[in-house]
Structure formats: structure tokens, C-alpha cells
DNA sequence: CCCTAATCTTGACAACGCTAAGATAATAAT
DNA sequence: ATTATTATCTTAGCGTTGTCAAGATTAGGG
């Protein structure tokens, strides 16, 4: 007979912690995002969760997996658009997502993860791989002359995405800070990546 | 007569703070910059640090302005320099300055910073003058047709900008690991902003 | 039914940001 | 020169955090 109130073996508690970690990121940030405050939402003890986790970072890379995941999933629904409307909406698919979860991709291309080699080996994959889809998709982009390619497709790869990933980060830090201008710097982008 | 170990009135202990704590930040990265840590590096009780700033974002907020009008120094230094082999400079310059400060860096355009306006209202001066330099530059080598001029001198100063930027912040969150390819990608970065 | 391994709890430690109350020193006013 | 004012620094302490060690509880295989 199963005691109601007994915390032992919660279930599956790493999958339970990692979901209200996102939730509780997005919902009040980065800061208030503690084990501790973890552990009392998820009605389990302060130390808990460290029998899924080594560290805290641990559990910040598995937010981050979520992250690529769920980011990948948008991205490839774009899957039958082509040429410059591909790119179009890749950009504003990306911004998109970024923005409508500000903490996350914060985390997802982040110091706290990334410093001192200090992600997760699984993160490393997932992260690579994404990294690798925007490559391919960077060649598709050359072999149609849409995008630069008088460069290695690498390079184009490389300081596209920088050019991407920077946007975003100048909007989510809030140097952009008007976001009436998100559409037409999107724009912009565009033009002067296919120019 | 001064009593030689008397720690009252320090003489200007709010530079002495910022300096130690840009040297601290560098050597040791963000996570070891503490106000505690910093009161005993100056040889100080740990509760004066607050006698000249309000908060710890506060303090962090001055390192960052530090870092801008060093910025801005090696900068302006390109002046005499003209046309493609100025972006060119200036665009070493930049990432440069990046790389060597890191931490500083990070600081200077990130979150920690600037979420919630949390920036002082001094910095927000500081960088918003050094965002209008760019906007010139930008507005010049538009009108030598080194830089698209088809589009408001704002946009491309904003995704150019971006680009610079968020390669930076690739390079230093250790994401484009490859130091050797810094060149490289700023080379890349200049031909597709030019091109 | 017991044993092992997995899982969770309690209790504690050091470090952190920050505050309140009081001590000390420089400065200005008398 | 003495006093009052103000700026500056200290000591003591609160609440929070990440993390660990030791022990309690339970699930599942022999």
C-alpha cells in the first residue's frame, strides 16, 4: 500500500525538474532559477536533485538540450520553403523563437554553459548537429546564388549565423531595444546577407 | 599624526574598487568578481564597497564603462585610416578588443547589465555615444558605397553591428572554439558586408 | 524473504548580497 | 580652538544560495 505523502521515488523526477526548470525560466528568469526553489515546486528536498544532476550546470545543460530540441522542431517545419523565402522565414523563425524564449536561448548560447568546456557531452552533440543543419542549409543557399559564394561555405555559415545570433542577443539584452524595429532589422538582415 | 593601519577614509576607494575589479574580472572571470572578495582585495570591510555603490550592479556597471571608453580609445585611433582597409581595421580592432577583455566584454553588452534598464544612467550615456560613432562610420562608407546604401544607414549600422557582435560573442563563449580561424571569420565578415 | 542499488531526507558548511547601528575621521561653522 | 556636520568605514547579522555527508526509505532481482 503506497503512503500518500512519501517523496521516495518520485517517478521520474529528472524529467519533472527539467520541465519546471523551463518553466519557472521563462516565467520569472534566470535568477530566480534555483535547486532549491526547484526542489520545494516539485515537492521533493533540497539535495534531491542532485542524485540526476553533478551540478547545477548539469541541470542548466539539460534546460539547454530542451532548448536545441524544441528550436530544431520549428526549423524544420520550414522544410518546403526555397530560395530567398526560405531564408526569410528561417530569420524570422529563428528570432522568433529566440525572443519568445529569451531565457532559455540565453542559456542555450550562453557563458554559463559553453565556458570552460563545461557542457554536457550530450548538449556538445545536439548543439553541433544544429550547428551542422544551418551549414547544409547555408551550401543549398550557395548552389541557388542566393547566398555569397565566393566564400567557403563554412565562413558564410559562420558569420551568417554570428550576424543571426548577434541580433538576437542585442534584442533579448534589451540594446534593442524597440521591438518595432525587430521586423525590419530582420529585413535588413536579409538583404545583406543575399546582397 | 595618521595611524598607519587606520582603513577610515581609504582616499578614493570607489577607483581603487573598479580597478581591482577590472583585474579581477580578467584573471579570474565573473563568477570569482564578489564584493567581499573585492573589500578584502583592497583591504577593506565588506561593507564598504556600498558606501559608493548602491548595489552590485552598480559596480558592475562601472567596470563596464571602463571598458567602453577604452573601447572607444582604440577605436578612434583608426581615424586617419580610410575605406575598405578601415572597416577592415576596424573590425580587427573590435573583435580584438573582445577577445583580450573578455569578461569585460561580456559585461559591457550583457544581460546582467542591461535587463530590467538595470544600467546606470551614466553607462546608458557611454553606450549609446559609442552605438551613434558606429552609426557615422556606417553613414561614411555608405557614401564611399563601401557598405549597401540601399537601405536606411540605421538598419545596416543595426545588423552590421549585430554581426560584429555576435561573432564576438561566439569567439568568447568558446562556441567558434577555433582561435585560428578568427582571422578567417573577420576577413569573412568584411567581404559580406562589403560585397 | 532478503539483499543490493537506487532514491530521497535531514543537517550542515561556506560563500554570497545586502542592511542596520554604531565608530571614526575630515571638513566646515562658530 | 572647539563644535557640529557630513562622509566614510566597521562590526554583526539576516536570508539565500550551491553543495556535501550520513542516514532513512523503497524498488526490484536473487
Request: glycine share 4%; with cysteine.
Given at each position: 500500500?503506497?503512503?500518500?505523502?512519501?517523496?521516495?521515488?518520485?517517478?521520474?523526477?529528472?524529467?519533472?525538474?527539467?520541465?519546471?526548470?523551463?518553466?519557472?525560466?521563462?516565467?520569472?528568469?534566470?535568477?530566480?532559477?534555483?535547486?532549491?526553489?526547484?526542489?520545494?515546486?516539485?515537492?521533493?528536498?533540497?539535495?534531491?536533485?542532485?542524485?540526476?544532476?553533478?551540478?547545477?550546470?548539469?541541470?542548466?545543460?539539460?534546460?539547454?538540450?530542451?532548448?536545441?530540441?524544441?528550436?530544431?522542431?520549428?526549423?524544420?517545419?520550414l522544410e518546403d520553403l526555397q530560395g530567398r523565402e526560405r531564408i526569410e522565414q528561417f530569420v524570422h523563425t529563428?528570432?522568433?523563437?529566440?525572443?519568445?524564449?529569451?531565457?532559455?536561448?540565453?542559456?542555450?548560447?550562453?557563458?554559463?554553459?559553453?565556458?570552460?568546456?563545461?557542457?554536457?557531452?550530450?548538449?556538445?552533440?545536439?548543439?553541433?548537429?544544429?550547428?551542422?543543419?544551418?551549414?547544409?542549409?547555408?551550401?543549398?543557399?550557395?548552389?541557388?546564388?542566393?547566398?555569397?559564394?565566393?566564400?567557403?561555405?563554412?565562413?558564410?555559415?559562420?558569420?551568417?549565423?554570428?550576424?543571426?545570433?548577434?541580433?538576437?542577443?542585442?534584442?533579448?539584452?534589451?540594446?534593442?531595444?524597440?521591438?518595432?524595429?525587430?521586423?525590419?532589422?530582420?529585413?535588413?538582415?536579409?538583404?545583406?546577407?543575399?546582397?
Amino acid at each position: 500500500m503506497k503512503a500518500l505523502k512519501s517523496h521516495y521515488h518520485h517517478g521520474d523526477l529528472r524529467a519533472t525538474l527539467v520541465e519546471a526548470a523551463v518553466r519557472l525560466l521563462e516565467t520569472e528568469g534566470i535568477d530566480a532559477l534555483s535547486i532549491r526553489r526547484l526542489a520545494e515546486l516539485t515537492g521533493v528536498s533540497r539535495a534531491a536533485p542532485y542524485h540526476h544532476f553533478q551540478d547545477k550546470r548539469e541541470l542548466l545543460c539539460a534546460i539547454a538540450e530542451a532548448g536545441f530540441v524544441q528550436q530544431e522542431a520549428t526549423l524544420t517545419a520550414l522544410e518546403d520553403l526555397q530560395g530567398r523565402e526560405r531564408i526569410e522565414q528561417f530569420v524570422h523563425t529563428y528570432v522568433s523563437f529566440a525572443t519568445q524564449h529569451r531565457e532559455q536561448y540565453d542559456l542555450m548560447y550562453g557563458r554559463e554553459i559553453w565556458k570552460n568546456s563545461g557542457a554536457t557531452t550530450s548538449l556538445e552533440v545536439v548543439a553541433k548537429q544544429c550547428f551542422k543543419r544551418w551549414l547544409s542549409e547555408v551550401t543549398a543557399l550557395q548552389a541557388q546564388s542566393i547566398l555569397n559564394n565566393n566564400l567557403p561555405a563554412v565562413r558564410v555559415a559562420q558569420v551568417s549565423w554570428a550576424a543571426l545570433h548577434g541580433l538576437c542577443r542585442l534584442i533579448n539584452d534589451g540594446i534593442y531595444a524597440d521591438d518595432a524595429d525587430i521586423e525590419a532589422m530582420e529585413a535588413s538582415l536579409v538583404a545583406m546577407l543575399v546582397s
